[in-house]
């Protein structure tokens, strides 16, 4: 079985692998224009001929001989996931829109899931290590082979498997880990009640019962200040009823992505939160807003009194009864496990468009090493945030075999703490204060 993105393809010929650096000035060049001016009568014109090519493409990719043609090409397989065969889109939106997509809705959603987390998975990867191949060696990375993401296959004894992948001393990347597990087992009822805060939906523990929870985890810590950490995860996790295991006993999708900025570029903020904005009105209006709100709470650092970074959006337990998807609330229909796949889908898939324009903007920016200093003061805050107050962290050390290498891969390798430091004090006027004002008093970007 396979699934072919075409439509991207078809609209973007010129885009090769045989040819990176011009793959790379091409991208970049398009990134820029698309994401310096979203609103000009131009910008429009270029995108409704971008998408009646892709339209085009789309339709003629579902003849045979038109597949046929396109075997010719190049494209990437991703790996282990046998339901999917993708042509790369550097960076541009994967949705399923763009190609023909041979996901079953008959499996069961733990299989779809964990299938697309993977598929994803590969395209990110790739897309990092585009941007990696064209830009030039440099005193952090001098080698003339653009680095690489070590992919690291593993086997959870207790029952399970993942992949991680992480970048290490790159040129643009200081470190990028992007992780895919596929994992069960068995959860004690001491870990369901730890769980129940979070999780209402979750039956009252009374025994032992058979888990299984996928996900895709990412975190990339950019080398220049002046390109923002940026992190992403979306899981899904079912509790199975031990005596019908074709219906799990509870089950929800959770998960989004924030950005965290070490200098405060508005423009930037307003392009992520507008791309994770345009992802969550698509399924519902409700979501961006209510979505946007919990990824400011979430992401607070309360020992500090402040935000780790800019927020994007977050959410938890979202099943087909939650508060959100329920009338009068909900501006859709009542909606099925299929429609809020779609929504993972989406939000999941506005990943890269709504942070590579940002790194082409900001990559080669000068930056001085008192930046650099401020930088790694900030991941220091990244550091206590996960370690004091991440579920994700805290439930993974505490479940029984757990990888500790793949869970703490979202810590930066280099941090600072400095005593009483006086960078970023308020009303100092600084670039830094201005950041600070920010995490303190979240904004509306869009």
Known sequence: MSLRIAALRAARP????SSPRTTASTFGQMSKRVYSTPTSNASRSQWKSLA??????FTGAILYNVVASYRESRTVQCDGVPAVEAIETHGYPWEPVNAIEKDDPKNPMRI??????????????????????TSSPNSFSPSPEPPKFLRDSWIRKEGGEGSSCVLSGGRIFEKAGINVSVVHGFLPPKAQMAMLPDHPSLPPPTETVPFFATGLSIV????????????????????????NANTPKAWWFGGGSDLTPTYLDPEDCIHFHGELKKACDKHDERYWKDFKIACDKYFYINHRGESRGVGGIFFDDLTTSSPINQPPVSTMPHKSQDDLFEFVKSASGAFLPAYVPIVYKQKDRKWTEEERRWQQLR???YVEFNLVYDRGTKFGLHTPGARIESILMSLPETARWEYMCPLGTE????????????????????
């Open 52 to 57: 009646g090519s892709a339209a085009v493409g």
């Open 379 to 381: 991941r220091g805050r």
């Open 427 to 446: 009303g100092s006027g600084t670039r830094e204060a201005e950041l600070i004002d920010v995490l303190k008093n979240p904004r509306e970007w869009v």
């Open 112 to 133: 779809r899931m964990a299938n697309w987390v993977k598929s994803l998975q590969d395209h990110i990867v790739n897309t990092m290590e585009e941007i990696e191949s």
């Open 14 to 17: 010129t885009l090769s692998r």
């Open 220 to 243: 990339i810590h950019p080398r220049n200040p002046h390109v923002p950490t940026v992190h992403l995860n979306y899981r899904y996790f079912e509790i199975e009823d031990p005596l």
